[in-house]
């Protein structure tokens, strides 16, 4: 609950919550510091408050006292208490005799013995099934076919209040009932002999085997040959035929929530399964570890290596190169994810060594598909799509929608920062294609891909919306690594855009998730951009500890995507932190290490960076570096900051919403009409720039655009 809360802070949701009080013996912190959240106690009823309601619910005011005082000293305010022991009242003659169990669990399980034995007896085996039941599955661990006195004796126990009929079934042709609570559920299954247990969960999973819907019931049959087992080991019994059967439910309940995206539960099952398997033959013990080390992964548990590491020694020693393929290159994503260039790049080396020599398989089509993107986020736009469209010839060939709509997102992202004209469609026919096939994993990539080439090509709005939708997606998908993905992945247009407010939360949470659950490969955009809040804020110490530990985590993910802006960003903030020769330091290394056509990959920071270019005295280099002709609205723009043609680089930018980038040019410029003594020119340019620095609290800004209408 706390997890969804956390995340699902854009949708209007109500969640409300009962849990007794020892709840916060375990997490004292409970609920608190969450926005618009509240916790209400309630009191046990008073005396008063009880004996209204005992007359209320038998329908006449006034019971014998003595009875009612000891009633009311066993109930302790509990609703539930009284409105069984009324039950019980009614189904019993005599009142003034009757015996008052001290529980409410007693209360019940004395109503359940003065039950007659066919209606007990019934109760116990609905209480199998769970708290909704159906007459056939009940009839099925009675051992009998006949339906007709046990549609008469549930009747009779509807109008007992111990179950309800629901007016809809989830099984066709079969009337659905349920417990009237979970507490009268509860105490009937209690009441089953543990050795009688075992044979009553295996007839109740036969009989939803005889349903024919593997798929759909996977979990409740896995749930209740894992019972009989648990109980018949308990109860000393043979579990040889049981074991096998109980095995083969938990592995199809775990295949069935992998396919559904239920990664935790197929972990869960995964790990039963090889409980239960522990002299298996290699080939699977290996079969087993390798869904367990998949499933470990995409469940987004903390240290999921071990697994997947464990899953590459058993598929080798089983001479399984194709699938040990496949888990190195999952090892590489998550290495990558995680801001490790280095031991990204060594993983997806093994991953494409195993299966170079291999044939045409799904698992090969996965392999080169994981290479592809690693080659393209590396910068090798050319390898990355060559190896891509491989990957996308062998995933037609074999009919792996999947692995072609993930492919298909690489190829298209690769051309587009190639400048290919037909890059972008790619990526959205891919987008199309994992919508469809509810990919969800590739469809946060084809959204967060059209948002980075959105927000390149200077449609901030359209970059806005699509880093949006993917977060809506990833929230769907239920992982806390694709949200932890999506959510930082937003920081540097927030900027741009002027939302500082979210711009700061969002920035400090990836850093916070950063301290406690690992590095991330957005880690330098939260750093950075943190650093340039920090900045105009007035907070320089606080910015300058952000880039510094920024380039750590740039420089460690070996992204030309991500390191390229990041030491335009840190020339901006040691500049305006007076640190120049370190500032010089950055530009260098960006100007040495940045090819004319990449360029294009710092967006939003190639016109930052121009600003400081004449505080560090390398105007004239740098438009040199950045080249004549047409770029990107972001070169673009930078080269007309450095031509002095603000009112060029503000007609761009304004209408896209660059409110924060056009400020800044806007305060350049007021300057600049301020040294020439155009008072009333600066001013009309100073005044947006003015009020968008109060807005966000840019109190460093602020303050040199009112010392310059002072002057």
Not at 334 to 351: F, I, M, P
Not at 397 to 402: D, M, Q
Not at 538 to 562: F, L, Y
């Amino acid at each position: 609950v706390d997890h969804l809360i956390d995340w699902a802070g854009s949708v209007p949701l109500l969640v409300v919550c009962s849990a007794r009080p020892e709840l916060f013996e375990r997490r004292p912190g409970w609920g608190g510091g969450k926005s618009n959240a509240v916790t209400i106690s309630l009191s046990p009823l008073s005396d008063n408050e009880t004996a209204r309601l005992i007359g209320s619910l038998m329908g006449r005011p006034v019971v014998e006292a003595e009875l009612q005082q000891q009633l009311l000293s066993r109930a302790g305010g509990n609703p539930l208490f009284t409105e069984q022991f009324v039950q019980m009242q009614a189904e019993q003659a005599g009142l003034d005799t009757l015996s008052l169990p001290d529980s409410v669990q007693g209360i019940v399980s004395a109503r359940l013995d003065a039950l007659a034995a066919p209606e007990k007896q019934l109760l116990q085996d609905a209480a199998v099934i769970g708290k909704v039941f159906w007459p056939s599955a009940v009839a099925a661990l009675a051992g009998t076919a006949e339906r007709s006195p046990l549609e008469e004796t549930l009747h009779h126990l509807e109008r007992r209040q111990f179950v309800r009929r629901e007016r809809q079934s989830s099984i066709s042709g079969e009337t659905q009932y349920a417990f009237q609570h979970i507490l009268l559920r509860d105490v009937a299954y209690g009441q089953i002999p543990r050795s009688v247990r075992a044979g009553k969960h295996a007839l109740a999973a036969r009989w939803i085997q005889s349903l024919g819907r593997p798929d759909e019931n996977a979990e409740m049959l896995a749930h209740h040959y894992m019972s009989a087992l648990e109980f018949a080991r308990a109860a000393g019994q043979d579990t040889g035929t049981l074991a096998a059967d109980a095995r083969d439910a938990i592995i199809e309940a775990a295949e069935r929530a992998s396919a559904l995206n239920a990664h935790a539960a197929a972990v869960r099952f995964y790990r039963e399964a090889l409980a239960l398997s522990p002299d298996a033959p290699g080939n699977y013990h290996a079969d087993l570890l390798f869904g367990l080390a998949m499933a470990t992964s995409r469940a987004g548990e903390d240290e999921p290596d071990e697994v997947l590491e464990a899953g590459v020694t058993a598929l080798l020693a089983v001479d399984d190169r194709p699938r040990a393929a496949v888990l190195e290159a999952e090892i590489s994503r998550l290495w990558w994810e995680r801001g490790d260039g280095h031991r990204s790049a060594e993983h997806g080396a093994r991953a494409n060594d195993l299966v170079r020599d291999e044939p045409t398989s799904p698992d090969k089509a996965i392999v080169l598909s994981g290479l592809a993107r690693l080659l393209m986020l590396a910068g090798s736009l050319e390898m990355g799509a060559a190896a891509a469209e491989d990957a996308l010839a062998m995933s037609e060939t074999l009919g792996l929608a999947e692995v072609h709509a993930d492919v298909l997102v690489t190829l298209g992202t690769a051309r587009a920062f190639a400048n290919h004209p037909e890059g972008p469609s790619e990526i959205r026919r891919a987008l199309g294609l994992a919508l469809a096939g509810n990919f969800l994993a590739t469809a946060i990539r084809a959204y967060s891909n059209l948002g980075t080439l959105a927000e390149r090509d200077g449609d901030l709005r359209a970059s806005v919306s699509a880093a949006q939708q993917a977060e809506a997606v990833a929230q769907r998908l239920g992982s806390w690594r694709a949200l932890r993905w999506t959510r930082a992945n937003r920081v540097g247009v927030l900027l741009a855009t002027g939302e500082w407010e979210e711009c700061a939360e969002t920035a400090d949470e990836a850093v916070s998730q950063s301290e406690t659950l690992g590095p991330h490969y957005l880690d330098a955009e939260a750093y950075l951009v943190r650093a340039l809040l920090r900045l105009a804020r007035g907070r320089i110490d606080a910015a300058v500890e952000d880039q510094v530990a920024g380039m750590v985590s740039a420089r460690r993910a070996k992204d030309p995507q991500i390191l390229y802006s990041k030491l335009a960003w840190s020339a901006c903030v040691l500049a305006e932190a007076g640190q120049l020769d370190d500032s010089r330091e950055m530009l260098d290394e960006l100007i040495r290490t940045v090819s004319a056509d990449e360029i294009d990959l710092l967006a939003y920071a190639a016109p930052e960076v121009a600003l400081v270019a004449e505080t560090l005295g390398r105007r004239e280099e740098l438009l040199l570096w950045l080249g004549p002709g047409l770029g990107s609205v972001w070169t673009n723009t930078a080269r007309a900051i450095l031509d002095h043609e603000y009112d060029a680089a503000l007609s761009t930018l304004e209408p896209m919403g660059a409110v924060y980038l056009a400020s800044l040019i806007r305060l350049r410029a007021g300057e600049n009409l301020v040294q020439q003594g155009r008072r009333e020119e600066a001013e009309a340019v100073l005044q947006p720039a003015i009020t968008f620095f109060e807005s966000v609290a840019a109190t460093r800004y602020l303050r040199s655009a009112q010392a310059l209408l002072a002057a």
